[in-house]
């Protein structure tokens, strides 16, 4: 088992930036690859951003690529995601996943290729 916790969620102004984290703690040498997605009130859970923990390729949604970026540090067992130029539509609840193994980068954006997940941290962008 992996436990995930996250945080740094909060309230932005449009333009603003937030860092959201990640702390892994049990079965983290069977991490293949962690990931960010986020879920809007009445919409579906989406691919954010993730990042492959033994090599660290990442993977971006293109509607957040350029003003997201992920990173991990593995001595921490902790991934970030750096959050720029957020705008209202970010809004949405955060959550961080991990998936035990990275099985090609088709696999990288789909909720059922990730194992475990974190209870999620809330993420709001006033206009």
């Known amino acids: 088992q992996v436990q995930l916790v996250e945080s740094g969620g909060g309230l932005v102004q449009a333009g603003g930036s937030l860092r959201l984290s990640c702390a892994a703690s049990?079965?983290?040498?069977?991490?293949?690859?962690m990931g960010w997605f986020r879920q809007a009130p009445g919409k579906e859970r989406e691919f954010v951003a993730a990042?492959?923990?033994?090599?660290?390729?990442?993977f971006y949604a293109d509607s957040v690529k350029g003003r997201f970026t992920i990173s991990r540090d593995n001595a921490k067992n902790t991934v970030y995601l750096q959050m720029n130029s957020l705008k209202p539509e970010d809004t949405a609840v955060y959550y961080c996943?991990?998936?035990?193994?990275?099985?090609?980068?088709?696999?990288?954006?789909?909720?059922?290729?990730?194992?475990?997940w974190g209870q999620g941290t809330q993420v709001t962008v006033s206009s």
């Open positions: 996943a991990v998936a035990e193994r990275y099985s090609g980068s088709y696999y990288v954006s789909l909720s059922r290729t990730y194992n475990y």
């Open positions: 049990g079965r983290t040498f069977s991490m293949g690859l």
């Open positions: 990042i492959r923990w033994s090599v660290g390729n990442t």
